[in-house]
């Protein structure tokens, strides 16, 4: 797998696109009415913002861009790979090698700990512990610091801690093995505006030095003025 | 895919739920214990019955079928149908084929325990087990007519020493009334515990069995006609008839020409059964019981897979955030979906270290005491391969029944969107 990918990750990084999709179209069923996106580009490291109302196919666009479900009509590319031409196995590798995701909350598997879901990816991915310097214990602890996770937490279960951290955590695991882009669905929503608001500079700001583009999806507005980028997303179409 | 990931997952997700599956686990190993146990026994069991007598190539009585010959015989069970003549047995002394003769004679017991009588052959020439020859505990064999040897169960049970007089009984039958009060028995000597039927006898000559009926022609004691110790001193106890020998051969390839001859004698009718081809076919017979016990523990051991399996469906709900994590990160569906047939193996193994642990630890505890109050030698040896087979149908089993929650994983998150938690 990883030649094919490295030649498809050298020609996006010779290429300028995070992320390219183009007349998106989905279904669930073959009985509901089409869901239709707008286009999207997003250079290289820059970030986008969705702002969406619930029920406006924010999760839907989200589960195209990661290649968890296929669009009906036109294509999604990141990081110059076509998600629709791969299968579903090659997909998940993509997934794995190239995507990191947050989640709104629930992010982390709760057998593990703090440290081994950080370093999650780089046991799923042989291109994330490539990207990995110097070890993933190490890149994961330095990023569990900067996340301000205090290291008596790196060991615990942890569902023991707080939403707050939870979610830190969880961007330190996107953020492992630099993937070019992070799928970010409504992560800051349970936290509080001072945590929403740290959590959004720490994430942006460790992303950038990453070159990792961000796409935020929020129906909080007052949150775009972080980002490069904005997309407002219509209601039931 | 990657297998080290799917084990370490695997083994990190039943750490976690250890309390919830616990309880899982006791039932499967107990079931498993079950099963083992049960095949353990069954394999020591037929062993120990299949050499309750070796080394007697033919086992001679009056005519009767072979089962109720080797039953009466051997197992002490049932009566003759009938004796030999006492020239019969002299003939056969004689006879050139045959290298040794262990005459038996039955019909009174000891409180319910069988008197057999014989003579100094016994010790000589029976054997049991892996040959093994039945040897004195304490004392010695008996050397005049009102001596008697205790087998080590009688001993045991009635706490007998050497030395003691004991009054044997007419007839059988727990509770004689007419007792050979008048000729009570010297305990000579005890035997070492066999774990056979040998155990549960005790053995006189047969003069001794002679003279104790002497004045009993008529079935019950006539007053002042039974002889004491000091009258029998210097008679003659020649027995009329005896109820079967034990026949050793010369050699084991005249076996079957000296049974087609005695089986076809003009003399008398008689009857002579090679005594391991009736055991096996005693143990045919029994087998069957053993057989369906061995069926209902493997439905057990299948009810508890069962259990495991519904756990761990059950858990598969709590378990939608986990998985869509996972899948968002990259795992495949079949990553995922392995994660439930690696912790259905993983249970199954535990539980089976477990029963072998508890297995191991049950049998030395209760080995001593079932050979000092049953007479059964249980030794604690390897699993045969059998038992190593049956042993690995249990992980080989939770391997498919863990399938059923695995499928339905692989077939839900292969169509779930990103994050998304579908329940059932």
């Not at chain 1, 214990?137 to 610091?145: H, N, T, V």
């Not at chain 1, 970010?184 to 994430?203: I, V, W």
């Not at chain 2, 062993?47 to 009056?62: K, N």
């Not at chain 2, 995922?336 to 539980?351: F, N, Q």
Request: with cysteine; net charge neutral; proline share 5%.
């Amino acid at each position: 797998m990883t030649s094919t990918t490295e030649t498809r990750l050298s020609r996006a990084r010779n290429g300028e696109f995070a992320l390219e999709a183009r007349d998106l179209g989905f279904r669930w069923a073959t009985s509901q009415p089409m869901l239709r996106f707008p286009d999207l580009t997003i250079p290289r490291g820059e970030h986008l913002f969705l702002q969406g109302a619930s029920g406006s196919g924010k999760s839907t666009l989200l589960s195209l861009l990661s290649g968890m479900q296929v669009p009906e009509s036109g294509s999604v590319s990141i990081l110059g790979s076509e998600l629709q031409r791969l299968g579903p196995g090659p997909r998940d590798r993509f997934r794995a090698d190239h995507i990191g995701v947050i989640f709104q909350q629930f992010n982390l598997v709760p057998y593990l700990s703090a440290l081994a879901n950080v370093t999650l990816p780089c046991r799923l991915s042989r291109v994330r512990l490539g990207q990995t310097r110097p070890d993933p214990d190490s890149a994961a602890k330095e990023l569990l610091g900067l996340l301000a996770i205090p290291e008596d937490h790196w060991h615990r279960k942890v569902t023991r801690l707080s939403i707050g951290q939870q979610q830190r955590i969880a961007a330190a695991r996107a953020l492992m093995g630099s993937p070019g882009i992070i799928l970010a669905d409504e992560p800051t929503s349970a936290l509080d505006a001072d945590n929403r608001d740290r959590f959004l500079d720490l994430l942006l700001g460790l992303a950038k030095e990453r070159g990792t583009s961000v796409v935020f999806v929020s129906h909080d507005r007052s949150l775009s003025r972080h980002f490069h980028h904005q997309v407002h997303l219509g209601g039931k179409s | 895919m990657k297998t080290r990931l799917a084990f370490s997952l695997a083994l990190a997700s039943l750490w976690h739920r250890r309390r919830v599956l616990a309880l899982v686990c006791l039932t499967l190993t107990l079931s498993v214990s079950l099963l083992l146990g049960i095949q353990y026994l069954r394999t020591e069991i037929r062993q120990s019955f299949t050499s309750t007598i070796s080394g007697t190539d033919l086992i001679v009585g009056a005519r009767s079928g072979q089962l109720n010959l080797l039953l009466y015989t051997v197992f002490h069970i049932g009566d003759a149908t009938n004796n030999i003549r006492w020239s019969t047995f002299r003939k056969l002394q004689e006879d050139p084929r045959i290298d040794w003769l262990i005459p038996i004679s039955l019909g009174d017991s000891y409180r319910g325990y069988r008197v057999v009588a014989t003579d100094s052959n016994f010790p000589e020439h029976f054997r049991y087990g892996q040959e093994q020859p039945v040897s004195l505990a304490e004392g010695e064999w008996f050397s005049d007519v009102f001596h008697v040897v205790l087998g080590a169960g009688v001993a045991r049970e009635l706490g007998h020493q050497p030395g003691e007089e004991i009054i044997l009984s007419h007839g059988g039958g727990r509770t004689s009334f007419s007792n050979h009060e008048d000729t009570p028995f010297r305990i000579t000597g005890i035997l070492e515990a066999t774990g056979t039927p040998v155990d549960q006898a005790v053995y006189i000559s047969l003069a001794g069995m002679e003279a104790m009926h002497v004045g009993w022609e008529s079935g019950v004691a006539i007053p002042g006609r039974t002889l004491t110790p000091e009258k029998a001193q210097g008679m003659d106890f020649t027995p009329d008839a005896i109820t079967a020998a034990y026949v050793g051969l010369k050699s084991p390839v005249l076996t079957f020409q000296l049974q087609r001859a005695l089986n076809q004698s003009a003399e008398e009718p008689l009857s002579a059964i090679l005594p391991g081809v009736a055991l096996s076919e005693l143990w045919r017979l029994m087998g069957q019981f053993e057989k369906a016990l061995l069926g209902i523990t493997g439905f057990v051991v299948i009810t508890s897979l069962v259990g495991l399996v519904a756990v761990l469906l059950t858990l598969q709900t709590q378990r939608a955030h986990e998985i869509a994590v996972l899948r968002a990160t990259g795992a495949s569906t079949g990553l995922v979906a392995s994660l439930h047939v690696i912790e259905c193996v993983a249970l199954a193994l535990v539980s089976c270290l477990l029963a072998l642990a508890v297995g191991a630890a049950l049998l030395t505890g209760i080995a001593p005491w079932l050979l000092d109050n049953y007479g059964i030698n249980l030794a604690l040896r390897p699993l045969n391969p059998t038992e190593w087979a049956l042993l690995a149908t249990v992980p080989a089993a939770a391997a498919l029944v863990g399938l059923l929650p695995a499928f339905s994983t692989w077939r839900r998150t292969r169509s779930q969107g990103l994050g998304e938690i579908s329940g059932q």
